[in-house]
């Protein structure tokens, strides 16, 4: 798919970036992200509620991602594409809850021809 119709199929907003790999020297980015079903347009009573995802951006040309990040803390706050780069806006949860005070935000931004989405079983 490309970055349009990930965006446009796949809201993002309180799902979780678990780890971030880069492969390939660069032209292949994954992430794992905790993803939220329950924000999704086709979501009923009943689906699973949050579940891991493997998002694999491929022939990936240009790309930003935040350093001495702990992946375990990184929520997505909002995603949206500009031109072929999809860009996520990101924002520490750990930090606010730990002191009431929005968190840190960070953005992440790969720029690819082509975007794989895979649900993981968890099993």
Not at 3 to 27: C, T, W
Not at 90 to 116: H, K, P, Q, T, W
Request: glycine share 6%; charged share 25%; aromatic share 14%.
């Amino acid at each position: 798919m490309t970055a349009h119709d990930f965006v446009k199929n796949y809201y993002m907003h309180d799902s979780s970036i678990d780890n971030v790999e880069v492969l390939d020297n660069g032209r292949t980015i994954v992430l794992w992200v905790d993803f939220s079903y329950w924000m999704q347009e086709e979501y009923k009573d009943g689906d699973p509620e949050n579940g891991t995802i493997k998002i694999t951006f491929y022939d990936v040309s240009d790309y930003t991602i935040p350093e001495n990040v702990n992946w375990d803390e990184i929520g997505v706050f909002s995603s949206y594409v500009s031109g072929e780069t999809v860009i996520f806006n990101l924002e520490n949860d750990m930090a606010y809850l730990r002191s009431g005070v929005v968190g840190d935000f960070l953005e992440l931004s790969i720029c690819s021809n082509r975007i794989l989405v895979e649900a993981v079983d968890p099993t």
